[in-house]
């Protein structure tokens, strides 16, 4: 039987794990890391790897997870993923 994944990112499936964010964001990948390829978005179902985290209580995660938003994708284009949790 095969993981059928489609064209999702697996991130917000490991994202309730902060030591799977902490080694996937960590700096020896940084030469992986580009402006033009996002980490982070929303799926099909509206979600991000955000809320995921936060429903899981997985504070470190989201640090991470913002500190790597306001590095790589520090544009206005991604204030989306924000909306739903920010008031």
């Given amino acids: 039987?095969?993981?059928e994944l489609g064209i999702k990112s697996l991130v917000p499936f490991i994202a309730f794990?902060?030591?799977s964010?902490?080694?996937l964001l960590d700096k020896k990948n940084k030469k992986y890391f580009d402006d033009e390829f996002p980490l982070f978005y929303k799926n099909a179902g509206g979600s991000s790897a955000i809320?995921?985290?936060l429903e899981k209580n997985q504070i470190r995660s989201l640090n991470l997870m913002i500190d790597y938003i306001v590095k790589y994708?520090?544009?206005y284009y991604y204030a989306h993923l924000f909306h739903k949790n920010l008031v």
């Fill in 51 to 53: 809320d995921t985290a």
């Fill in 21 to 23: 964010m902490r080694s």
């Fill in 17 to 19: 794990d902060a030591r």
């Fill in 73 to 75: 994708q520090n544009s």
């Fill in 1 to 3: 039987m095969f993981l």
